[in-house]
């Protein structure tokens, strides 16, 4: 399996914007962001295709996030705007060898987003 990780996290205040890398060990095919609090489910947010053509977005986050990569640094990365404080979560990266997406293998080991108001 390909290892993932995550960077790019901290603390930012309301309106603000981030941008979260995923580099990968190696070649990665789809991609995929993710965000988890406690408590709750981790919430698919995005991906992206393997040639960048193809991304796919949560209704929740479209507008306001971008996935993005660049295969030559073997890097995804998650371009986040207009920050709010419910986008506070750690932030994970995956990886699969399907699109559409689905059936994620390999997983970063997350990156804290902390947005104040």
């Known amino acids: 399996q390909v290892q993932l990780v995550e960077s790019g996290g901290g603390l930012v205040q309301a309106g603000g914007s981030l941008r979260l890398s995923c580099a990968a060990s190696?070649?990665?095919?789809?991609m995929g962001w993710f965000r988890q609090t406690p408590g709750k489910e981790r919430e698919f947010l995005a991906a992206?295709?393997?040639?960048?053509?193809?991304?796919n977005y949560a209704d929740s986050v479209k507008g306001r996030f971008t996935i993005s990569r660049d295969n030559a640094k073997n890097t995804v990365y998650l371009q986040i705007n207009s920050l709010k404080p419910e986008d506070t979560a750690v932030y994970y990266c995956?990886?699969?060898?399907?699109?559409?997406?689905?059936?994620?293998?390999?997983w970063g080991q997350g990156t804290q987003v902390t947005v104040s108001s």
């Open positions: 995956a990886a699969t060898n399907h699109w559409p997406p689905g059936g994620f293998h390999s």
């Open positions: 992206i295709s393997w040639s960048g053509r193809n991304t």
């Open positions: 190696g070649r990665t095919f789809s």
